[in-house]
């Protein structure tokens, strides 16, 4: 008989499959985010509102159109209210070229701990773009 047992083969490609599903999320850190590309389309809404996070040139934050900054904490609240009730609500985040980029992070920190899955960013199309 000539065969070649394959079990111990399958048996450790199945264990190598496991360490790797496990450890895959353990070594990507910081937050997800879907960064448009440099000549980015518009993002197709269907009518429904966006849930937008603007960082003026200060570092300070303001929900949609209020004209008061929010602090930390309130962000997290509207955010996950808005998920809760509308979860294909479309979250985007709008930053002054001005402010620091760590601001901008910290914002899309905020809402990805609001249980936010996908933040888009905002951005200006150059005068010469499409």
Do not use: C
Not at 94 to 110: H, I, P, S
């Amino acid at each position: 008989m000539s065969e070649i047992n394959v079990v111990p083969y399958i048996d450790v490609m199945l264990v190598l499959l496991v360490i790797f599903m496990v450890t895959t999320p353990m070594l990507t850190e910081g937050v997800k985010v879907d960064l448009p590309e440099a000549e980015a389309r518009q993002v197709e809404s269907d009518d429904q509102e966006n849930f937008v996070l603007t960082v003026d040139a200060k570092g300070r934050y303001f929900v949609n159109e209020d004209k008061r900054p929010s602090k930390g904490e309130q962000i997290y609240a509207k955010a996950a209210a808005v998920l809760r009730h509308r979860p294909d609500t479309l979250f985007l985040v709008r930053g002054d070229k001005e402010v620091e980029y760590q601001v901008v992070v910290k914002a899309m920190v905020l809402l990805q701990q609001a249980g936010v899955p996908s933040v888009g960013l905002v951005t200006h199309t150059p005068e010469g773009g499409k």
